[in-house]
């Protein structure tokens, strides 16, 4: 991931757990992200929508205007206060991509109540948010993952618009997105945020 780092990129690396905590606050530095990494241990319950939810709020801090969340996790919670709901909605407030790999194998030691073999949460948020899912069935491709997830990152399209009036009431705004293939191209993959939703 950092191997694309551009000039004026930063950082911040959130762990959790039975709950979410800072483990690093912005930075430019990439080296102080690989060595909390270094420290970071598996245990305790996991708190994925509390630590999504924290990463989100934590991520309205940042200087640049573009913000994207990169989760790395078993994709199970069994110890979050906030619902699948309520996190779903205070991300369609919030102004960032959600990126998610999901870490599922054999090589995992979990507690195998955690692990669904049924479509993913953090798959259906990233389709919903925008952004990507990835999952990893062997930690070999990890790396791969994150390399795919890095160039999506740096190679995307910005569209904006700005609504007329808004009403306050935490409406939530649908978006739709065409491309017509340019000529010689039979078909084209789009992915963009299915929608935004009014800060109440």
Not at 26 to 55: E, M, N, P, Y
Not at 84 to 92: G, T
Not at 156 to 179: D, M
Request: some cysteine; hydrophobic content about 35%; aromatic content about 8%.
């Amino acid at each position: 991931l950092f191997r694309s780092i551009l000039p004026g990129d930063e950082f911040a690396l959130v762990t959790f757990a039975e709950r979410p905590q800072l483990a690093v606050p912005w930075t430019a530095d990439d080296q102080a992200i690989r060595a909390a990494l270094s420290q970071t241990q598996a245990h305790g319950t996991t708190a994925l929508r509390d630590a999504l939810l924290f990463g989100a709020q934590y991520a309205r801090h940042a200087r640049n205007a573009r913000k994207v969340l990169l989760v790395v996790s078993d994709g199970g919670d069994n110890h979050s206060r906030y619902s699948s709901m309520e996190l779903r909605r205070r991300l369609e407030e919030a102004d960032l991509d959600v990126y998610a790999i999901n870490m599922t194998e054999s090589w995992y030691t979990g507690p195998k109540d955690e692990v669904s073999e049924e479509s993913s949460p953090l798959e259906e948020l990233c389709e919903h948010i925008s952004g990507r899912y990835v999952k990893v069935d062997n930690m070999r491709k990890l790396p791969e993952a994150v390399s795919r997830i890095s160039r999506e990152i740096r190679s995307q399209y910005v569209l904006g618009y700005h609504p007329g009036q808004l009403s306050g009431a935490g409406r939530f705004h649908r978006v739709e997105v065409k491309v017509a293939p340019p000529s010689g191209v039979r078909r084209v993959s789009v992915y963009w945020r299915q929608g935004w939703r009014e800060p109440e």
